[in-house]
């Protein structure tokens, strides 16, 4: 039954949502890790979306999940700025500042979620056909 | 006299199959709206029910000599074409969210309405079974 593979679908869709929503939690929640080196500051962090593909789904009819290629670091020049007086300042009193943008994040996590909201609403429907096409006759 | 099940049903369970498949689509569109590069794509449904229903089918092309290759018949489990964005985003995605969400309802809803005639014609056939 063909229904059963909206499951997958959406599944591979909300778990990439997820992966998603947990890279923005993580980035917001690093906003302002500050650090006395360039190398040990956080990055901004975004995941790599690509569309699954399956041969024999594809060639039968071209529906296809989402996979996760990866996740890269973003490549914006991180803050520098100059406090001599921060514990964690370097011998030339800056400090660096992750590359997060806040508000680039939470636009990111309202997308994000309403595409997870997507795929429930997609996952949902399909189980409620599934049980009325069981019940079929009854 | 003699009922025939399979007539019974009309073409109701080939749209139920093809609305199945479309579902699958939709939903596998709704994945997709934030993968770059992925292209929505849909069923040319009303031209496959068409096609289920016609006797005539689909055109098929003649192979007169050896070696002439006879393409698949692949008509019946409907045609995938790629949907027109409204506005297509830059990251080369044309799934728009809110268009897939719409044909997905009316997808859902038309599945449902197929359902309810077999349904229906059940409830009839065991009526008669019955005698009631």
């Not at chain 1, 591979?12 to 992966?19: F, H, K, R």
């Not at chain 1, 997308?111 to 795929?119: E, H, I, L």
């Not at chain 2, 809803?109 to 005639?117: A, G, I, K, T």
């Given at each position: 039954m063909s229904s059963f593979k909206i499951f997958d679908i959406a599944g591979?869709?909300?778990?990439?949502?997820?992966?998603r929503l947990s890279l923005v939690s993580s980035n917001l929640a690093n906003a302002d890790s500050v650090s006395s080196s360039i190398d040990r500051t956080y990055r901004a962090r975004h995941p790599v979306f690509a569309a699954q593909l399956n041969e024999m789904l594809d060639q039968q009819n071209g529906s296809s999940g989402v996979e996760i290629k990866g996740v890269v670091e973003s490549g914006t020049p991180l803050v520098q700025e100059y406090a001599p007086n921060h514990p964690l300042a370097n011998e030339d009193g800056y400090i660096f500042k992750p590359n997060v943008d806040t508000v680039e994040e939470l636009a990111n996590m309202m997308?994000?979620?309403?595409?997870?909201?997507?795929?429930v609403e997609a996952m949902n429907t399909a189980k409620q056909l599934l049980i009325?096409?069981?019940?079929i006759g009854q | 006299m003699s009922i025939s099940i399979d007539n019974a049903f009309g073409n109701h369970i080939a749209a139920l199959q093809l609305r199945g498949k479309r579902m699958e689509l939709l939903a596998s569109n709704l994945a997709n709206a934030d993968t770059p590069?992925?292209?929505?794509k849909d069923l040319e449904?009303?031209?496959v029910l068409k096609e289920a229903e016609s006797a005539v089918g689909p055109v098929i092309l003649d192979s007169t000599r050896e070696g002439h290759m006879v393409p698949e018949d692949n008509r019946s489990a409907g045609t995938v074409m790629y949907r027109v964005p409204a506005q297509a985003s830059l990251d080369g995605n044309s799934v728009e969210s809110q268009i897939e969400q719409t044909k997905f309802a009316e997808n859902a809803?038309?599945?449902?309405?197929?359902?309810?005639?077999v349904s229906g014609t059940i409830q009839g056939l065991l009526t008669a079974i019955r005698g009631e």
């Open positions: 591979s869709g909300m778990n990439a949502q997820n992966l997308s994000a979620s309403r595409s997870y909201q997507n795929n009325q096409t069981l019940r | 590069g992925f292209k929505a449904f009303h031209s809803l038309q599945y449902q309405v197929s359902m309810q005639f």
